[in-house]
């Protein structure tokens, strides 16, 4: 049974010593490595090494592979410390900003 004050909705996998990803900014010009602590189908609960002070965290991609190529665009939901939690936002939701030309980026 979930606690009471578990609001995420889909099932959660509990990796027991965090799996290494990073973060970076959605233009790029920011990047912290970070450990997955638990993933679900909606978000994710990560642990960021080193200070998120100043960075842009309303929506960042978190990449799960070194070449870059299996990533999550994310939007944060919670901070607690060093600790965030992140929704996943759907690939459908900004498939039309990506097909835009990225003028003046």
């Known amino acids: 049974m979930a606690a009471s004050t578990e ?3 889909g099932d959660r996998v509990v990796f027991e010593r965090g799996i290494p990803a990073h ?3 959605i233009d790029g010009t920011w ?3 970070c450990l997955m602590e638990d993933v679900s189908e909606t978000g994710a ?4 090494d080193g ?3 100043g960075l842009h965290l309303k929506e ?3 990449l799960l592979s070194s070449t870059g190529l299996a990533y999550r665009r994310c939007e944060l939901a919670w901070v607690n410390g060093d600790q965030i939690g992140v929704n ?3 690939q459908g939701d900004k498939r ?5 030309t990225s003028a003046g980026a």
Do not use: C
């Open 7 to 9: 609001r995420r909705k």
């Open 23 to 25: 973060m970076m900014g």
């Open 31 to 33: 990047r912290r490595d």
């Open 45 to 48: 609960k990560l642990t960021i």
């Open 51 to 53: 200070s998120v002070e």
């Open 60 to 62: 960042f991609f978190l």
């Open 88 to 90: 996943f936002l759907k």
């Open 96 to 100: 039309k900003k990506a097909r835009s």
